[in-house]
């Protein structure tokens, strides 16, 4: 039988034609991206060697730096200042430019500080150097923008700078630096005084000791190391005193101490004789105490103001110890007037 009797039957498969040409598309594509992406590595390879040979033969190298130390110099009731001390060496052997300083405080990731120091000025070559970051965080600025934020609580605190500097053949580098603490909100402290003991009257010269209770509101303990004050008996000024006195004034605790006195009842005036009559005259005192605490010294106020003072006689002189009790609270105190009648000072709050 010839072939063509029995034909061979031959598959023939036909390819798309665009199909194969985005295929060898995509192919070359990887190519050329994988010989971009060698020549690139190439590159940054070659850019590294140059640099370590530069650094080597030059003595070119990056910058380090590192927070040394944060420092409270001053705190009181309305800011504290804060520095920190920021150490910087520079392995070049040429002095490089300090261009920017980018600082930022923040407390349980809310902005409470942040700001921009330009021209920081300039790193010596070949050493190191102490570059120190003034802030001034301002309580009010916190109070007024995080209700939550109360007087006398520490709160966390998180500082953040940013230093840019231009160092040849690296260009410009920005070193991050992070460093944590703690920074309290201060409360000035309440104060009252409690009693008068007299040890020594007379209108020439009178000697006493003012008995003070001292309540610390604060979340840290206060070291008390000096309290200066002035005493006032109605509008004249009785005298006041600088006193050393060490003491710890518990944090949330009340703390009493005692305070001498001495003052010329004669230079009271009218005052006196209110006094003397039972009339009853107001009383205040101000002043200051300064306290170590751990977070650095600080200076705080103390005032009382409002308080009332009045003479009455002793029981046993015909007075009536009932009448001692005005809204529940009365102290009282035993003074001899010109060697007569003995009367008691009382001190109404």
């Known amino acids: 039988m010839s072939s063509s009797e029995n034909p061979e039957i031959v598959e023939r498969v036909f390819k798309d034609k665009d199909k194969d040409t985005d295929k060898d598309k995509e192919e070359n594509d990887d190519k050329k991206d994988e010989q971009k992406g060698g020549f690139i590595e190439k590159v940054k390879d070659f850019i590294h060697d140059i640099g370590e040979k530069i650094e080597g033969t030059i003595g070119f190298g990056k910058p380090t730096a590192d927070v040394s130390g944060i420092h409270i110099p001053h705190i009181n009731l ?5 520095v920190v001390d920021v150490l910087v ?62 007087p006398g609580s520490i709160i966390p605190y998180k500082i953040k700078v940013d230093l840019i500097v231009d160092v040849p053949v690296f260009g410009r580098i920005t070193i991050p630096l992070e460093k944590t603490g703690e920074i309290p909100i201060p409360y000035k402290p309440d104060i009252d005084v409690e009693k008068i003991h007299f040890q020594r009257f007379s209108f020439e010269e009178t000697v006493a000791v003012l008995k003070l ?24 000024n ?8 060490s003491a710890t004034l518990a944090q949330n605790g009340i703390t009493h101490i005692d305070l001498p006195i001495t003052f010329r009842p004669k230079d009271f005036g009218s005052a006196l004789w209110d006094m003397i009559r039972g009339r009853g005259t107001g009383y205040s005192m101000k002043g200051n105490i300064n306290v170590d605490t751990p977070f650095g010294p600080m200076k705080l106020p103390i005032s009382k103001e409002g308080g009332t003072t009045s003479l009455k006689k002793n029981k046993e002189d015909g007075g009536d110890d009932d009448e001692d009790e005005v809204n529940g ?12 009648v003995g009367y008691q000072l009382c001190i109404h709050r």
């Open 329 to 340: 609270i009365s102290y009282v105190f035993q003074v001899q007037l010109l060697g007569h």
């Open 213 to 236: 209770k001292l309540e610390n509101k604060n979340d840290f303990d206060l070291g008390l190391n000096s309290l200066d004050y002035d005493l006032w008996l109605s509008d004249v």
């Open 78 to 82: 309305e800011k504290a200042e804060i």
């Open 89 to 150: 060496k520079n392995p070049n052997p040429i002095p490089i430019p300090l261009i920017d300083i980018n600082y930022l405080i923040e407390s349980d990731g809310r902005k409470l500080l942040s700001g921009l120091i330009p021209d920081a000025g300039t790193i010596h070559a070949h050493g190191s150097e102490t570059v120190k970051i003034p802030l001034n965080l301002v309580y009010d600025d916190i109070k007024t923008t995080y209700h939550d934020i109360k």
């Open 238 to 245: 009785v005298g006041g005193a600088e006193l050393e006195k």
